[in-house]
């Protein structure tokens, strides 16, 4: 009788420590989304046999405020995106041109590649977008769906993805559509811990939808939760020449 109430004890005290897919979740935003991140940025796309690769520079404040410059080829050097809440403005050098997209539109390819406007400028944390259950776990990695909220409007429906035990760095994201579409897979390659947080420093995106094509993109020069100016993120900066 003693030895089944402390096996059952081992049992309770097992459930009642394990973390929820929630707290996993939340482990996860904590390292993607540091109060302020900026750094440099190498895309390399990738379509059947060729790559092209592309530079930028990143600001981020919070969830709602980014701007990225691309400095590299010579033919997108001056391109600007800003994202405010659920706005983009995009300038184009060239045509010394200001658009605003938003809505569905933010879904349609960054440069050519595999990742959104969307994908690459949003921070809103996972957290607050999806619902999350575990389905698995091993002894390295946590298994876990994620489910839109109800009224939540999101790019992906549902997420599958695989999150290391001792980072909470993801390994790999499935992106699905409402229907249960794959659409894109998202392999991280490489992290840095920066302070008290695990940073995805290189990931491969594929866009399911394509034949032959992926984009990988390499962060360098990174600095977390360092003071930005917030001149940074408006029109004028955008637009300056």
């Known amino acids: 009788m003693k030895k089944i109430l402390f096996i059952f004890l081992i049992i309770i005290s097992t459930i009642s420590f394990g973390k929820t897919a929630q707290e996993i979740i939340d482990m996860v935003d904590y390292n993607m989304y540091p109060e302020t991140a900026i750094y440099t940025g190498e895309m390399i796309i990738h379509k059947t046999n ?42 184009l050098p060239k045509a010394n041109r200001t658009i605003k997209i938003a809505g ?46 109800p009224d939540t409007e999101v790019t992906y429906y549902k997420r599958i993805v695989t999150i290391e035990k ?36 290189e990931f491969k995106m594929s866009d399911k939808l394509k034949q032959n094509t992926y984009t990988k993109i390499i962060i360098t020069n990174i600095e977390l939760d360092v003071d930005i100016n917030k001149n940074i993120f408006t029109i004028k900066n955008l637009e300056k020449r």
């Open 166 to 201: 001792n980072t909470y760095v993801f390994k790999t994201q499935e992106m699905y559509a409402n229907s249960g579409k794959l659409l894109k897979v998202m392999e991280v390659e490489k992290y840095q811990k920066i302070g008290d947080r695990y940073y995805m420093t």
């Open 50 to 91: 060729k790559d092209y690769t592309k530079k930028f520079k990143s600001y981020n404040i919070g969830q709602k405020q980014s701007f990225m410059e691309f400095l590299y080829p010579p033919r997108d050097k001056g391109t600007k995106y800003l994202r405010i809440d659920d706005s983009l403005w995009i300038y």
């Open 104 to 149: 569905h539109m933010l879904k349609q390819s960054m440069m050519g590649s595999d990742i959104s406007y969307e994908d690459q400028t949003d921070r809103t944390k996972l957290n607050d977008l999806y619902n999350s259950k575990i389905i698995k776990e091993d002894d390295k990695y946590y298994y876990i769906e994620m489910i839109a909220k």
